[in-house]
Every structure is written in C-alpha cells, then in structure tokens.
Nanobody, 115 residues
Framework: QVQVVESGGGLVQPGGSLRLSCTAS????????MAWYRQAPGKQRELVAQ????????YQSESVKGRFTISRDNSKNTVYLQMNSLNPEDTAVYYC????????WGQGTLVTVSS
C-alpha cells in the first residue's frame, strides 16, 4: 500500500522549534521527490518545501526561508522538516506529499504556535 505518514506536530511557543517526520511505504522512496505542504485555517494549501530524490532542496517558500530545512534519509524512507523560529503564522496542518503515478498525501499533522 502506497502511503506516507506524518508525525511530530504539536503545540509550541513562538520562537520555538519542531521537527516533523514523514515515513513512506509502498514505493521506492529513494527515487521520489518529496514535499511538505501546509494549510492554515481558512487558507489554501501551500507548498512549503520540496527535496529531490538525491537530497537537494530545490524549493522553499519565501515565508520559511532561513527558518525551515527539509532533509531526507533514504535508508529510513523518511523526510523531515526542521522548523525553527516558529511564529503564529506557521500554525497549520502540515502534509507530506509525493507523486507515484498519482498524488500521495498523508493525513497531516497539526502544528500550533501559540503562547
């Protein structure tokens, strides 16, 4: 079964950090581009960052540049999103994404930035 499963969300204070993880199964992870999207309340889903199969980060949204880092461990079939200097505007459900003949989305993990 082709799937991706996110984890690592939670409540964090402004200025804090979180690391999200996404573990894939059912496809050859090491050959696939992976991405993180997020959807804030009342807003459209937006691309946050994506990373090539070789581990090259090829995109980060302007709103997270310098604060978020995408990485992957192909030996663990896992992609990460390290989020630093979080602010309330980062509050959203974060989704892991890949394309394996069709779009593959995880169930999402909620990140809430609040004091």
């Amino acid at each position: 079964q082709v799937q991706v499963v996110e984890s690592g969300g939670g409540l964090v204070q402004p200025g804090g950090s979180l690391r999200l993880s996404c573990t894939a199964s059912g496809f050859t992870f090491s050959m696939r581009l992976m991405a993180w999207y997020r959807q804030a309340p009342g807003k459209q889903r937006e691309l946050v960052a994506q990373i090539t199969s070789a581990g090259t980060s090829i995109y980060q949204s302007e709103s997270v540049k310098g604060r978020f880092t995408i990485s992957r461990d192909n030996s663990k079939n896992t992609v990460y999103l390290q989020m630093n200097s979080l602010n309330p505007e980062d509050t959203a459900v974060y989704y892991c994404y890949s394309y394996v003949g069709r779009e593959v989305w995880g169930q999402g993990t909620l990140v809430t930035v609040s004091s």
